[in-house]
């Protein structure tokens, strides 16, 4: 939010929004003469984040997935954010063509990604054990994406913001610490995370016990910031 940067009056869209921590960020920034809205596939995130909206605020949330974002009309939009969801997708062609459709001639796209090929040797020896947890329980449920280069790095991606119409994003690196001393503070990290959602119970009890095998470790994230616009 800070980065896009958003100024009061304006109207933003969080794509992918979950509970809707960027969005209300957002709407403190845009203030009560600008409007924030928010996009999830989740319905129960949806309602998570309609049932944290303050009296009066501009904000409205929907279910739909960001390849058909059609509750919005064609440039309808100042701005567009997604906290770390275009990593979930395999192909980026049309939810990035969506987003160029919603915004307004000029103005902004700003993303998150995780940056898995920065990750130091002990981290990816980490995550590559938790990794393990989701093949043997949910088998191909990160085919894909796991073995293409960061986002915009991976060729395909640099040509979907390109023929979306979308200038060459800017990046900007930056590394997030976990400190885990016990398994009580690994598992709120993984369990609200997709890796966490996707697994069944079974699932759940086997990452458990990995990330209990694993600790202490103080994990180093790393995430990329992204910032483009579209042309006008």
Not at 160 to 183: I, N, Q, S
């Amino acid at each position: 939010v800070s980065w896009a940067p958003f100024v009061a009056g304006e109207r933003v869209l969080d794509v992918g929004c979950g509970a809707g921590g960027a969005a209300f960020t957002a709407v403190e920034v845009v203030g009560p003469t600008g409007f924030v809205a928010g996009v999830d596939v989740v319905p129960e995130a949806v309602r998570a984040a309609e049932a944290r909206i303050p009296a009066g605020a501009p904000m409205v949330f929907r279910v739909g997935r960001a390849e058909s974002m059609t509750a919005f009309e064609d440039k309808s939009f100042d701005g567009v954010i997604a906290s770390l969801v275009l990593d979930w997708i395999d192909d980026l062609q049309q939810p990035l063509e969506e987003v160029a459709r919603l915004l307004r001639p000029g103005c902004r796209f700003v993303a998150s990604v995780m940056a898995f090929d920065r990750l130091r040797p002990a981290d990816a020896e980490f995550m590559g054990q938790v990794l393990a947890v989701i093949g043997r329980n949910a088998p191909g449920a990160l085919a894909g994406r796991a073995s293409r280069a960061s986002i915009p790095d991976e060729p395909d991606d640099a040509l979907a913001f390109k023929e979306a119409g979308f200038l060459t994003p800017e990046e900007l690196d930056v590394t997030l610490g976990a400190v885990m001393e016990r398994p009580e503070d690994a598992w709120p990290l993984f369990s609200r995370s997709l890796l966490g959602a996707i697994l069944d119970e079974k699932g759940q009890e086997d990452l458990r016990n990995t990330l209990a095998e694993l600790m202490p470790h103080t994990l180093y994230i790393p995430v990329r910031f992204l910032r483009t616009r579209r042309p006008g």
